[in-house]
């Protein structure tokens, strides 16, 4: 019995020591944790559960029959965070470069299906080379394993997907089809082809980082949400994350003990919207004197800044916010902040989070670089996820809300359950002057300044629309928290159903 044990203990060191110590020593020289050490951070003390340790690769190809390594360069397993089940894998970089080998991609799906029939999310740290090469088509349909089930799981159960290392060629897809994606500044890249294959066929010279860092992605391409400064960081960044979510769709998100009281009022909303409507104030501001202890975790900060999006909490239960920023391009809808808030909707809606917007909103940007580009395309897709959308919705618009964006940004006539307004609400078909110049061409400039009065004394109120019924009530800025829980709290038994269909057809 004992010379089994002791078979057994040498046999998970020997798997525990992954690729060597001299592979371990370059993994830390470029400033990365191993596979182990980061499920360390990820996961509370002493709860992974590792599974699938001695399995091993079956290439007989390329002397690959003697070099074998148990585990096979990913470390799968369970574990909890602040005491929740998450399914885990971590990409093993000192084994083959964290190559995706069958073996290994069958590691990753047995995971992913014990996560979809439990209801536990998956956080997938991603550190590899891409398709082993040695393999060749098996490692490539191991993949394609792993994509049917990203697929399969989502709306069902979360999907984070750290990339603390190289992810290149078709392996970008498997994060890129989970709900969301931190990335590692400086260690970290995606891209479809690297930029030897650019060079060859463009003839441009781009780094690594230019071409797919965290930076890009974070700030042009939005594939990625977040962009953490190191491992430890990043990891961190999910186990708080990790915390808004809830398990699968057939469960709440989690509900955090809160010292924040749901009606504390804030008298400092009241003077926030400055006297021009041209001038900006800061939306964040908003969202911190609303959320409880002030804390908006923000996605996408980088990206799309004329719209925000997070998750807080309101009396300790997750609610999704998607805001307007009047500090970036006057909070205007375009292309990218169209499709930053949509999918933020989409996931919200899948996870039953309740979602909070708030307008300050100008319309859509004009240009034809927005119209060729498809802002008709782009912004149906945001109008199209809050129409669907049958969780619980709160609006509340605080300055302006003009012309279709009125109607996107979760309207009443959108199905929004609770619509509030600030008395500094201005809810009209366009801004004033430019109303009256379309209305009244060829007036002097003294008849337009006239008519641009008339017209901003009758339209550019919420009167207008709350007389209609659009909105339901016109709030003191200073109770706003206080509504929005009192919301909360009348919806959560929300029920609405669409109609019966295989799926919808969102303008993609
Ligand atoms: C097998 C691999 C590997 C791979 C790296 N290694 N990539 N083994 N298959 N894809 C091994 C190396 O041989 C080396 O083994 C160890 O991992 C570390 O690699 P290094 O090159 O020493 O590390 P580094 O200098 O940090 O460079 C990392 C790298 C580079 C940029 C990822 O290794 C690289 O370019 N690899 C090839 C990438 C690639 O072309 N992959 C296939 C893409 S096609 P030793 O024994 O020396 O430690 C693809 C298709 C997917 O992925 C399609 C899905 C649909």
Redesign the pocket.
């Known amino acids: 019995m004992s010379a089994n044990i002791a078979e057994m203990e040498k046999r998970r060191s020997a798997a525990k020591l992954g690729?060597g110590q001299r592979?371990i020593d370059a993994q830390h020289a470029?400033g990365k944790l191993t596979a182990r050490e980061r499920l360390d951070v990820l996961l509370d003390e002493d709860s992974f559960e590792e599974m699938d340790l001695y399995v091993e690769h079956d290439c007989v190809d390329f002397g690959m029959q003697d070099q074998k390594i148990p585990g096979d360069g990913v470390v799968t397993g369970s574990g909890t965070i602040n005491g929740r089940l998450v399914y885990v894998f971590s990409q093993d970089?000192t084994v083959?470069?964290g190559?995706?080998s069958a073996r290994h991609a069958q590691k990753i799906c047995k995971v992913m299906d014990a996560a979809l029939k439990v209801g536990a999310p998956v956080i997938g740290l991603n550190d590899s080379?891409?398709?082993?090469?040695?393999e060749g088509v098996a490692?490539?349909g191991g993949?394609?394993d792993v994509?049917q089930r990203n697929v399969l799981a989502s709306g069902v159960v979360p999907q984070l997907s750290l990339i603390m290392g190289?992810c290149?060629?078709?392996?970008v897809?498997s994060p890129a089809m989970t709900d969301f994606i931190f990335m590692v500044k400086d260690s970290s890249y995606m891209f479809v082809t690297?930029p030897e294959v650019v060079k060859t066929v463009t003839n441009e010279v781009v780094t690594q980082e230019e071409l797919g860092g965290a930076i890009t992605h974070s700030s042009k391409t939005s594939v990625s949400d977040l962009a953490l400064e190191n491992d430890i960081e990043a990891l961190l960044a999910a186990r708080d994350f990790f915390d808004f979510l809830p398990s699968s769709n057939r469960d709440d998100a989690p509900e955090r003990p809160c010292a924040d009281a749901w009606d504390r009022l804030e008298p400092s909303l009241d003077t926030i919207i400055p006297p021009s409507a041209n001038q900006p104030y800061d939306m964040h501001e908003v969202l911190r004197k609303t959320l409880d202890e002030g804390e908006f975790f923000e996605l996408q900060p980088l990206h799309a800044g004329n719209i925000l999006i997070g998750f807080g909490r309101v009396e300790g239960k997750t609610v999704g916010i998607v805001a307007n920023q009047p500090m970036v391009l006057a909070g205007v809808l375009d292309i990218n902040s169209s499709k930053k808030a949509a999918r933020f909707v989409r996931f919200c809606d899948a996870f039953n989070i309740p979602i909070v917007t708030f307008v300050d909103v100008p319309g859509f940007l004009p240009g034809t670089d927005q119209e060729h580009d498809g802002i008709i395309k782009h912004g149906a897709k945001l109008l199209f996820a809050y129409a669907e959308a049958t969780v619980p919705k709160i609006t509340v618009i605080t300055r302006k809300a003009y012309g279709g964006a009125y109607d996107v940004m979760s309207s009443k006539h959108l199905r929004g359950d609770l619509n509030y307004a600030w008395p500094t609400a201005e809810i009209a078909v366009m801004g004033a002057k430019g109303a009256v110049e379309i209305i009244f061409r060829g007036q002097d400039a003294e008849g337009i300044a006239a008519k641009t009065k008339e017209y901003e004394d009758r339209f550019a109120n919420p009167f207008v629309a709350a007389s209609r019924g659009y909105i339901d009530e016109v709030i003191y800025p200073h109770s706003t928290r206080r509504r929005i829980a009192l919301g909360l709290r009348k919806l959560s038994n929300k029920v609405l159903e669409n109609p019966w269909k295989k799926h919808d057809n969102i303008p993609l």
């Open positions: 690729g592979r470029k970089f083959f470069g190559s995706l080379g891409g398709a082993r090469i040695q490692s490539l993949y394609a994509f190289p290149a060629g078709g392996a897809y690297g």
